[in-house]
């Protein structure tokens, strides 16, 4: 089984900053892509960021320039540094990891509970 654990969100101002993370644990054997996602209330849940295993990565066109992806693999951890808030960005924002449990099994993707972002005008 594997759980991921989400922290950092949070109130704060327009311009303001907020850095995620998302601790993988469990049964891991190895970790292929991880990113995040955010749902606002009333939309569909949309891709904010991704990072894989090599550590390329790609963001959404809204949080290009704002937000940066990053990964330490030693710690299982993801993290999403979100600089120049908007209030735009206010969501629920999931993190997800594509996690192999044994060497011989599939990746199967993994989601965190969600944490909550709220930026003030």
């Known amino acids: 089984q594997v759980q991921l654990v989400e922290s950092g969100g949070d109130l704060v101002q327009a311009g303001g900053s907020l850095r995620l993370s998302c601790a993988v644990s469990?049964?891991?054997?190895?970790?292929?892509?991880m990113g995040w996602y955010r749902q606002a209330p009333g939309k569909q849940r949309e891709l904010v960021a991704v990072i894989t295993s090599g550590g390329s990565s790609n963001y959404a066109d809204s949080v290009k320039g704002r937000f940066t992806i990053s990964r330490d693999n030693a710690k299982n951890t993801v993290y999403l540094q979100m600089n120049s808030l908007k209030p735009e960005d206010t969501a629920i924002y999931y993190c997800?990891?594509?996690?192999?449990?044994?060497?011989?099994?599939?990746?199967?993707?993994?989601w965190g509970q969600g944490t909550q972002v709220t930026v003030s005008s």
């Open positions: 469990g049964s891991i054997w190895s970790i292929n892509a």
């Open positions: 997800y990891a594509d996690v192999k449990p044994y060497p011989t099994s599939y990746y199967y993707t993994n």
